[in-house]
């Protein structure tokens, strides 16, 4: 079945560093892709969306980009906040049934 | 703008316990979802209904009830608590069309002892 596949489960980094977290799909066609964040003692909230190949969404200064070949959707960003710590989940889109396929998650620690 | 709110906060239950929780939302969306989320597990879709009385299981049914009897409030039930379980359960919205932006509870933490 379709899946989403997040290689890191934490990812710990200073202020103003880089941020990439990887997320890798497994699914026919092209199924639209998302990430969501959560914060601490909240829900997730969505975060952006991408549903072709080559297309970049982004918000709040993350952003990824829809790669076919490579089956990827990345996030990144240039240069993180210790407010951005949070959990990040990439998700995958089933329109036929109106549900989203998670990923495990990866926790960003943000040191200041 | 509205808002999901979830009951109880804390769920603490027995093993073979039968326990509830309860989800309700403003936001008048039609579609309503109920996800477990375990560390290092993501989330996992366990029911969902696209209208009031509308029930479809997700890939972790097993061992869970849902009902939707109103178009505000979904409910899931574990049918029999498992001794040491513990995780978080999300109920989250969606705006019609829109399935992808979906809006989450604060969730219910179950301790079962």
């Known amino acids: 079945g379709d899946s989403v596949t997040q290689t890191e489960g934490q990812v710990a980094l200073s202020e103003e560093d880089f941020l990439t977290i990887h997320c890798n799909y497994s699914a026919s066609g092209y199924p639209a892709l998302f990430w969501y964040v959560q914060y601490p003692g909240e829900g997730p909230q969505f975060l952006f969306r991408a549903s072709r190949d080559k297309e970049k969404g982004s918000s709040r200064g993350f952003e990824a980009t829809y790669d076919k070949g490579t089956t990827s959707f990345h996030l990144r960003k240039a240069s993180v906040q210790e407010s951005d710590s949070a959990v990040y989940y990439c998700a995958l889109g089933d329109s036929n049934y109106n549900v989203l396929y998670f990923g495990s998650g990866t926790k960003l620690t943000v040191e200041p | 703008g509205g808002i999901i709110t979830q009951t109880p906060k804390f769920l603490i239950g027995q093993e073979g316990q039968k326990l509830t929780l309860k989800c309700q939302q403003n936001?008048?969306?039609?579609?309503m979802y109920w996800y477990r989320q375990d560390s290092g597990k993501g989330l996992r879709l366990i029911y969902y209904s696209i209208t009031e009385n509308d029930l479809q299981k997700g890939d972790l049914s097993e061992g869970y009830d849902a009902s939707r009897e109103k178009k505000s409030s979904f409910s899931l039930t574990v049918t029999s608590a498992q001794k040491n379980e513990m995780a978080v359960f999300l109920c989250a919205s969606s705006p019609p069309g829109t399935y992808y932006e979906q809006y989450f509870g604060p969730g219910t933490r179950l301790t079962v002892l």
């Open positions: 936001f008048n969306h039609d579609t």
